[in-house]
């Protein structure tokens, strides 16, 4: 079973600014994915960012990165050059390598950006 | 090409009443994964199809009944509603059985049970 813990409900952020949002999780599993996605108010679910544990590299994206740890089980994402589209609801999420494409989220962090 | 449809994009039911939601997966996908997403949640698996066949089910009760169709496309049902079904149901698509460890989303329909 995996489990995923985002300790931020609420962040906000000037335009043009950095923010970067929080995402710890736990797994028993070897193999596994860690994503970013990003829930508008238009609900619908886009991928921003993925991580294969297996990389040690961080994944880059434009202006979206992660820091992704291992040991420590923590997967943060920094968003830089914030932008007024960028404000939504973020979603860190675990896919294990055996679980064929069942996502396991957490609970969320609302992004304000501010002009 | 069309990503992952859902219908119908906004419903509303009565207590005890039953539900059909409609998901086609994106085009060359083949697994269909239904999540229920409560206000201010992150999404919860409910179950997942491959083959026309429930593959993986999350902790939903048996209300919670679903199928898929030789085209891909899959259908989620919910029997006798209850008020806290009241939610956003997502359906996402993978494709390589869910190998391909990207999913693409649907925008979803809201239920609302009152």
């Known amino acids: 079973a995996q489990t995923v813990t985002q300790s931020q409900p609420e962040m906000s952020v000037q335009e043009a600014e950095t923010v970067t949002l929080s995402c710890t999780y736990d797994?028993?599993?070897?193999?596994?994915?860690l994503f970013w996605y990003k829930q508008p108010p238009s609900r619908q679910m886009i991928l921003v960012i993925r991580?294969?544990?297996?990389?040690?590299q961080n994944a880059t994206e434009n202006r979206f990165s992660v820091n992704f740890q291992k040991a420590a089980k923590s997967f943060s994402l920094k968003i830089s050059d914030s932008q007024l589209g960028d404000a939504a609801m973020y979603f860190c999420?675990?896919?294990?390598?055996?679980?064929?494409?069942?996502?396991?989220f957490g609970q969320g962090t609302i992004l304000t950006v501010h002009p | 090409d069309a990503g992952v449809t859902q219908s119908p994009t906004h419903l509303i039911k009565t207590r005890g009443q039953q539900v059909t939601l409609r998901c086609s997966p994106k085009?060359?996908?083949?697994?269909v994964s239904w999540y229920q997403q409560a206000l201010g949640q992150g999404p919860q698996f409910i179950f997942q199809?491959?083959?026309?066949?429930?593959?993986q089910r999350g902790n939903f009760p048996d209300r919670f009944s679903g199928h898929q169709f030789p085209n891909y496309s899959s259908e989620l049902n919910v029997n006798a509603l209850l008020l806290g079904d009241s939610a956003l149901y997502l359906c996402?698509?993978?494709?390589?059985?869910?190998?391909?460890?990207?999913?693409?989303f649907g925008q979803g329909t809201r239920l609302t049970v009152v």
């Open positions: 999420a675990i896919l294990g390598g055996t679980s064929y494409g069942k996502l396991t």
């Open positions: 996402a698509s993978s494709g390589l059985g869910g190998l391909n460890t990207e999913a693409f």
């Open positions: 085009s060359g996908h083949d697994t």
């Open positions: 199809y491959y083959e026309e066949e429930e593959r």
């Open positions: 797994t028993s599993e070897s193999d596994y994915y």
């Open positions: 991580q294969e544990a297996y990389k040690q």
